[in-house]
């Protein structure tokens, strides 16, 4: 399968796979899934819900900032590749 096949039918997602193999991103995970723990275990129902709205929000803002990464990344990509083959080589005689 091509990369433009692979890319039309869904199978490349970075977004879902680049972090985990990254160490130092599986540790931060734990010690905030470890440290959510210590803070909500005393929370009310109602406060709990206030963190989960606030939790939806900060990973909606993070989707649309990776996205816009994302897309600025690939777009610089695109130029430099367009620039890199425009460019004419010098001949010196």
């Known amino acids: 399968m091509t990369l433009l096949e692979d ?3 869904g199978n ?3 977004h879902e796979t680049f972090l985990i193999q990254n160490r130092q991103f599986k540790h931060l995970l734990y010690r905030m899934g470890k440290n959510r723990y210590k803070l909500t275990d005393n929370f009310t ?8 709205t606030y939790d939806d929000t900060i990973n909606e803002m993070h989707s649309l900032a990776e996205e ?3 897309q600025c990344g690939f777009s610089l990509g695109i ?3 367009m620039e890199s083959i ?3 080589p010098t001949t010196e005689d």
Do not use: G, H, N, V
Not at 45 to 52: A, C, G, I, T
């Open 7 to 9: 890319l039309w039918y």
């Open 86 to 88: 425009s460019i004419q």
């Open 12 to 14: 490349i997602t970075p």
């Open 79 to 81: 130029r430099l590749l």
């Open 45 to 52: 129902d109602q406060q709990k819900e206030m963190l989960e």
């Open 68 to 70: 816009a990464a994302f």
